[in-house]
């Protein structure tokens, strides 16, 4: 089907612990080798469970190092904040001890940030785990089709690691991690839930399109090859 390695679930409650599991594995194996680890996810519906089960893994989580692959442009008290997400759902417990980076300030548009939140993942390096999602336009962090910053987002070569995106359709300005950021990771993960996605994905790997369906990028990426989890 694509180059990437697809491991279906029956539940998603299911996914949301095995992912959990092999994603604890990692981050518990680079803070024994490193001393430190690091894990980028993302927001949106799909990874409340995951993020969930994560919280009560046995992490040495003062060790650790969270932050997004993208947000969207609102305070964190906002209801569509992932930042918020994260902090209610994964930062919980022992895992409050982790470090988390947010993606948003307080100037008026992400453009205006860019800089500033750059500075800010600069000493993360090359990232241990890369969770990402997938919208049902086939976009991955903040990348969206039709949008004029998707283009530079996906250049391997931009030397970014953030861009400003104003979407065509969905809400709210955005910050989102570019391609070439997403790309610097020892594992990629892709969190997929339900047969429209499952068949979004399908066709993105038959067409390998990226200006149609964004995720084709992550499809035809041998290095990192991604391991998706998806349940229906």
Known sequence: MSDTHFLEFESRSVLDEMMAEAV??????AIATRGK???????GST???????????????????????????VPPSHEDSNDRLV??????????AANFIPLVTED???????ESVSERLADLGTVDVMILG??????????????????????????????????P???HARMSMTLPRIFDTRHLLVHLVGDEKRA???????ERDPERLPIAAVIASESPRADVYWAP
């Open 108 to 114: 008026a548009h992400p453009r205006d940030a860019v």
């Open 47 to 73: 990874p409340k469970g995951f993020f969930q089960a994560m919280a009560h893994k046995a992490i040495d989580w003062s060790k650790l190092t969270i932050t997004l692959a993208d947000d969207r442009w």
């Open 37 to 43: 680890a690091s894990l980028v996810v993302s927001g």
């Open 24 to 29: 604890t594995a990692v981050l518990q194996q």
């Open 169 to 171: 359709v969905a809400p």
């Open 87 to 96: 902090q209610e759902n994964l930062l919980q417990g022992p895992a409050a």
């Open 200 to 206: 979004i994905w399908e066709k993105a790997s038959a």
């Open 134 to 167: 997938m919208g049902g336009d086939g976009h991955f962090a903040s990348l969206f089709p039709d949008s004029e910053t998707l283009k530079p987002g996906l250049d391997l070569n931009s030397g970014n690691t953030l861009i400003a995106v104003d979407p």
